[in-house]
């Protein structure tokens, strides 16, 4: 968790609102990837970044490699936005082997 | 979507015994990985694999094995359980983009270990 810092830890958000989740590299990466991991448990990939944006209906994410962080921006929380957001970077420059954070937890309130 | 899919889905065990998890996955992807997570600790990499064969140490790597026969299946074996042991186990599977190195992980849905 140390080399992938997340924040903030835990968020509550009003449905129809805006936010965005931060994480920070104490290390170089080449790429990040965003997950989200479901009340039930269930892990699904979100973005896999080089440097740049990318955009997928309500979310948007970007990574800076030269200031080593990236934002997962979410437009019009939904209740189904709900869950646990992970980035997770490839430190080594080795993108079969990926340093996770250790999560912001994201509850959208009705 | 990539399909992973982990058996057993729950399972207890005792203190001593043997456990074996296991991962299959169908979209021929060359990377397969082992994972925990535990509240505060988020998900660490146990073992890995690049195909058929091959099985890689990842950060915490005590206390299990590894075995990939196939380029379908990835098992983690616990020879001898331990109550720390406890926890969540995700197996994922993604591509190596040759050149462009994509690696997108797909997860299975995880096992519940405990060990009494």
């Known amino acids: 968790g140390d080399q992938v810092k997340q924040s903030p830890s835990a968020l509550s958000l009003q449905e129809g609102t805006n936010s965005a989740l931060r994480c920070n590299f104490s290390?170089?990466?080449?790429?990040v990837q965003w997950f989200l991991q479901n009340p039930r448990g269930s892990l699904m990939n979100l973005f896999y970044?080089?440097?740049g944006t990318k955009e997928n209906g309500r979310l948007k994410s970007t990574f800076n490699s030269k200031e080593s962080y990236s934002t997962l921006h979410i437009r019009d929380a939904q209740l189904e936005d709900s869950g646990t957001y992970f980035c997770?970077?490839?430190?080594?420059?080795?993108?079969?082997?990926?340093?996770f954070g250790l999560g912001t937890t994201l509850q959208v309130q009705p | 979507e990539a399909a992973v899919t982990q058996s057993p889905r729950n399972k207890v065990a005792v203190t001593g015994g043997k456990v074996t998890l296991s991962c299959n996955q169908t979209?021929?992807?060359?990377?397969m990985y082992w994972y925990r997570q535990d509240t505060g600790h988020g998900l660490r990499l146990i073992h890995y694999?690049?195909?058929?064969?091959s099985t890689e140490k990842g950060d915490i790597p005590d206390g299990y094995k590894a075995s990939r026969p196939s380029q379908e299946n990835f098992s983690l074996i616990l020879e001898l359980a331990t109550p720390s042991q406890t926890s969540v186990y995700f197996c994922?599977?993604?591509?190596w983009g040759g050149g462009g190195g994509q690696n997108t992980l797909y997860f299975g849905a995880g096992t519940r270990l405990s060990v009494l």
């Open positions: 979209n021929n992807h060359n990377n």
């Open positions: 694999s690049y195909g058929a064969g």
């Open positions: 970044l080089v440097p």
């Open positions: 997770a970077a490839d430190g080594t420059g080795n993108t079969r082997k990926l340093i």
């Open positions: 994922a599977s993604g591509d």
């Open positions: 290390i170089a990466t080449t790429t």
